[in-house]
């Protein structure tokens, strides 16, 4: 039982780039998430969903584009990758008005 | 606006030296406060849940306690493996999805 398998693991893009993270949940969960985690700052809300073709923005969205063509698996895009988007992305998923569980994360930096 | 305060940001502990870190919060109506282990490299891993004062949850040495303002992580008698950076959030009512909102954790370090 792999739980939430994030993809890649790391990755250096320069500014400009565009690339799509992976994260795919073998747990049937119905909501996803995406956050990130800088330093001092604490995990962020960037986009979530709350079922298979729906998405919504969660506290710092811009810049990111996210989908959930399947119901195991959602994606996050850079379409123009900056440097402040550097950061270690989060993918977690959840029943409804359970815990979140959380892959171990893609580290990602933009040069 | 909702918030979480996480209180120290780091602590070094012999072991067996007990502790308690702190997160308060405030929130339009709290749903549920979590508490989450985070090891380098790692994850956030779910350690409890806790909905309402008074509530109190245990995980061997691990005792989570929750007040209408704070809730409190008691660690007793740490151990070296219980280093990790612990993660409290929380969930307001006026959300209508599973929002969660993060403090910024508490470095925990226990030497022998």
């Known amino acids: 039982n792999a739980g939430v398998t994030q993809t890649p693991k790391f990755r250096v893009l320069k500014t400009g780039q565009s690339m799509t993270l992976l994260c795919a949940q073998d747990m049937n969960h119905e909501y996803m998430y995406w956050y990130r985690q800088d330093p001092g700052m604490g995990l962020r809300l960037i986009h979530y969903?709350?079922?298979?073709?729906?998405?919504a923005k969660g506290e710092v969205p811009d810049g990111y584009n996210v989908s959930r063509l399947k119901k195991q698996n959602f994606l996050l895009g850079l379409e123009s990758a900056a440097p402040s988007q550097t950061s270690v992305y989060f993918c977690?998923?959840?029943?409804?008005?359970?815990?979140?569980?959380f892959g171990d994360g893609t580290r990602l930096s933009i040069l | 606006e909702d918030q979480v305060t996480q209180s120290p940001e780091a602590l070094r502990l012999q072991e067996g030296e007990s502790s308690s870190l702190n997160c308060s919060y405030t929130?339009?109506?709290?749903?549920?406060l979590f508490w989450y282990r985070q090891d380098p490299g790692k994850g956030p891993e779910f350690l409890f849940t806790l909905y309402s004062a008074g509530e109190e949850k245990e995980k061997e040495r691990l005792k989570a306690t929750l007040t209408k303002k704070e809730s409190f992580l008691h660690i007793t008698a740490p151990k070296p493996e219980d280093s990790a950076t612990y993660l409290c959030a929380v969930q307001a009512a006026t959300y209508n999805t599973d929002k969660l909102i993060f403090g910024t954790g508490t470095r925990l370090q226990v030497f022998p």
């Open positions: 977690a998923s959840s029943y409804r008005g359970q815990p979140q569980h």
């Open positions: 969903s709350v079922g298979e073709g729906t998405t």
């Open positions: 929130v339009s109506g709290l749903r549920g």
